[in-house]
């Protein structure tokens, strides 16, 4: 090593300091070059020295990156931090090396149980891992105006100064593109002059943590001298920490820094990253944009643009989108040729992916978003091996995980489970539990090929993040079925609605816990008993009514649960009457959508008791009893109009009203007497809210002349107040719906039944039924039902000879 770069990267007869950018590729193998030429007796590694122990996982067959070291209170699982390591990430590639030659490694920060007892106090919580928070190389700083800006993203200050304005070009260009020179510490020493002349600059910028820090790591790189001897010490830390590490302190000055520190007692383990998660300032701060670019550039053994360019077109090829081999090619002139009209070295990520828009996407970034999701961010996920210390829910959720051949992938995938198969039902039990415990690993979406109970949809994504969640959940139990029951039983207890009660008891039915739904039940009846309100009820009964559902599915015991839900029914339907008088606008809405609830609820709890799934306590007057609720509630004027609209229309689609009386009871409400808000909103109860009442309007023009007539009488100065009210039913139609009533009212719609009739009918269709078109689709009708006789106009079934001719019915031709 020459002398002018040895007084760069070391301070005399002192440790080898290497200066990186996390996450950088190019510093990972300028890391590796300088180790294997250095050749030192340890490895000291920005990181929390409670990770001592767990470097040698390191080199297990298990151990796959991108992986990140976790550190969480172990009274307070929440309070954590991670620190990530990818492939191409320097801190990694160190201890790669280290594991391959014997040498040992020793992390040198700040311990964990500093940092986050420091972020408890109400210190800088983003920075309390310990790694400082910018982008780019550590940077240190703080405070305000260009410090603060330097403390972010120091090398942002370099590339303004070199001529740039974005520092990822910067880095590409003197770092990324610079080939394998013949001095392999000439990159340490340059960064490390660099880091030194903005330290003069611009210091810490009077923020106190990365002093404490730097006091902290000179202590552990002093230590390791006095172990190793002075010149066998090889330090991978921040670049910005450099001019730091060299800086000639007493020891008596960095114990002064450090005395007094808080402490907590924390916990360190191996957790899986993602490259997704890398793409964010976490851990060491040293978020990067592109970590699939990154380690593209870092495993590429030579032309990593063509290698880059071949990726992207197999990814848009298995999109089925035409890119073939001439595009590649075509894609790489271009590249080229863009880096060298921009006085570039090498093609980086701007050139290829203005290539890849202008070659492979045609213009469009539509695919080109695909591109940058799926290969410049990349939904890699990491690996840890089994003998990674873990809390004990985590290991038997990943026993659980194993035998239900569930694997945590970072990429979103939809989950379809049929719960007649006992390990699709396993699954669904375990992602609910995991639900009722914070751990939002799945999400239940709506099945696409079924609506019945026995099939549900999930669609997973494993996060880092959720390891510290199972970390959490861990003071609830030790196995997932304990951890969820403990869970059930405290929230059932803490529960402020009546409301939350009935969804937590359907929660604990689709989880199948046995012993938490007593516990429940008991809450639940609790306070079933107190409430009075009845817009709780109104709430807590549909989700009551589902956990009868689900447990009929699952074969669970829901006796006690029926007799709840009856009981509340009940007490729903007395309730009901006062509760819907005197309400303003917002209430007479909100209580629309309890009576559109209650009355799915009913309707479900009807089924049931016929059934004999949940005990005669559900008995077959349920409906009966809600019906004549409706129409008290359909015939009183104290009735907000909305809600006595809803129950019209509930009546009249459950065939409760004789033939006309719907059109009386509207006739009523939109009588002269009537307020036009007040019918206005009588219209948006009856045929609104998503209730096909578009249709029905189409179909029975005696309802849609009442509404026209009642429109068209509207005084003026009133049109203004209901025509919001209007708006908001009918723009709710489908558009085709919309055309035909307009069509239907600018013709004039005509009575049903007496009046006269309307010439002309609906534009397109006949005023009468052609029978014989109809009669012609008979045949083909007989041959999907299978009933083998078919009818044409004017001709009859005729059987088969019954001798010889052998066989049934044959169709008679039609014509």
């Not at 300088?34 to 020295?49: C, F, M, S, T």
């Not at 206005?680 to 249709?695: D, K, L, P, Q």
Request: with cysteine; proline share 6%; charged share 25%.
């Amino acid at each position: 090593m020459s002398d002018e770069v040895r007084g760069t990267i070391r301070a005399g007869e002192g440790p080898l300091l290497l200066g990186v950018r996390h996450h950088g590729p190019g510093s990972a193998r300028a890391v590796r070059a300088a180790l294997e030429e250095g050749a030192p007796r340890v490895v000291l590694i920005e990181g929390p020295p409670e990770a001592d122990a767990l470097v040698a996982l390191a080199a297990d067959e298990g151990m796959r990156p991108p992986v990140a070291l976790l550190a969480h209170v172990v009274d307070e699982p929440g309070r954590s931090a991670f620190w990530p390591l990818a492939e191409f990430s320097p801190e990694w590639v160190a201890i790669k090396w280290a594991a391959g030659a014997g040498v040992p490694v020793r992390f040198m920060d700040l311990p964990a149980a500093h940092s986050l007892a420091r972020a408890e106090e109400g210190q800088d919580a983003a920075a309390a891992p310990g790694p400082s928070g910018n982008a780019d190389g550590d940077g240190g700083g703080g405070g305000d105006g260009d410090v603060e800006a330097v403390r972010i993203d120091p090398l942002a200050v370099l590339a303004e100064t070199a001529g740039y304005d974005d520092p990822e070009r910067w880095w590409e260009d003197v770092v990324e593109h610079r080939g394998a020179g013949a001095d392999v510490f000439a990159p340490f020493g340059a960064l490390g002059e660099a880091m030194g002349a903005l330290r003069e600059e611009y210091g810490t910028g009077g923020h106190d943590r990365d002093l404490v820090r730097e006091a902290y790591m000179r202590i552990q790189v002093r230590a390791a001298q006095r172990e190793f001897g002075a010149d066998d010490v090889a330090v991978v830390c921040g670049a910005w920490h450099v001019p730091a590490l060299r800086q000639k302190v007493t020891v008596a000055a960095d114990r002064a820094l450090l005395k007094g520190l808080p402490k907590v007692k924390v916990d360190m383990t191996w957790v899986p990253w993602t490259h997704r998660r890398l793409s964010r300032a976490s851990g060491y701060g040293a978020g990067i944009a592109s970590p699939g670019w990154y380690g593209h550039l870092f495993s590429a053994p030579d032309r990593p643009v063509e290698r880059w360019l071949t990726k992207v077109a197999r990814l848009l090829r298995d999109e089925d989108r035409l890119v073939s081999s001439a595009h590649v090619i075509e894609a790489v002139r271009l590249a080229d040729t863009l880096a060298a009209m921009r006085g570039r070295p090498l093609p980086g990520l701007t050139e290829t992916t203005d290539a890849i828009r202008a070659v492979m996407c045609e213009g469009s970034d539509v695919p080109l978003s695909l591109v940058h999701d799926k290969l410049v961010v990349g939904d890699v996920l990491g690996e840890v091996p089994d003998a990674a210390p873990a809390v004990p829910l985590q290991r038997d959720l990943t026993r659980l995980q194993r035998k239900l051949r569930l694997k945590p992938e970072a990429l979103e995938r939809e989950l379809e489970l049929d719960l007649r198969k006992e390990t699709d039902a396993a699954r669904s039990r375990l992602l609910h539990r995991l639900r009722l415990l914070g751990i939002g690993w799945g999400e239940s979406a709506a099945s696409r090929g079924s609506t019945g109970t026995f099939r549900e949809t999930w669609r997973l994504r494993w996060e880092p993040e959720l390891s510290v969640r199972v970390a959490e959940a861990g003071v609830w139990g030790t196995t997932v079925l304990a951890a969820a029951t403990a869970r059930a039983e405290s929230d059932a207890v803490g529960a402020g609605a009546l409301a939350d009660v009935t969804a937590l008891a359907e929660r604990c039915l689709l989880a199948e816990l046995p012993d938490a739904l007593p516990v429940v039940m008991r809450v639940l009846a609790d306070r079933a008993a107190l409430d009075a309100d009845v817009g709780h009820l109104a709430q807590a009964l549909p989700a009551l009514v589902r956990s009868l559902r689900y447990g009929d599915v699952r074969g669970t015991d829901t006796a006690a649960l029926g007799e709840v839900a009856v009981g509340l029914a009940e007490r729903v339907f007395v309730g009901l009457p006062p509760a819907c008088a005197g309400l303003d606008q917002d209430a007479a809405v909100e209580m629309r959508g309890h009576v559109d609830a209650v009355h799915q609820a009913v309707g479900l709890l009807g089924e049931l008791g016929s059934t004999g799934s949940t005990g005669s306590a559900l008995g077959a007057g349920m409906r009966v009893r809600w019906y004549s609720v409706l129409r008290g509630l359909g015939e009183r004027d104290s009735v907000a109009g909305v809600v006595r609209g809803r129950c019209v229309r509930i009546l009249m689609d459950g065939g409760e009203l004789a033939e006309g009386e719907a059109a009386r009871y509207m006739g009523l409400a939109l009588s002269r007497g009537t307020e036009p808000a007040e019918a206005a909103a009588w219209i948006e109860g009856f045929v609104g809210g998503g209730s096909g009442g578009g249709m029905l309007l189409v179909h029975d023009e005696r309802l849609l002349g009442l509404v026209d007539d009642w429109l068209s009488g509207v005084p003026d100065r009133a049109f203004t107040d209901v025509l919001p009210l209007l708006r908001r039913t009918f723009s709710a139609y489908e558009p085709g719906v919309r055309r035909t009533l307009g069509e239907l009212v600018r013709r004039g719609p005509g009575s049903v039944g007496g009046s006269t009739a309307v010439a002309g009918g609906i534009p397109g269709f006949g005023t009468e039924l052609d029978a014989e078109r109809a009669d012609a689709v008979l045949p083909v009708l007989g041959l999907l039902l299978g009933v083998g006789v078919g009818f044409g106009p004017g001709v009859g079934p005729r059987s088969g000879a019954s001798g010889g001719g052998g066989g049934g019915n044959e169709f008679v031709g039609v014509g």
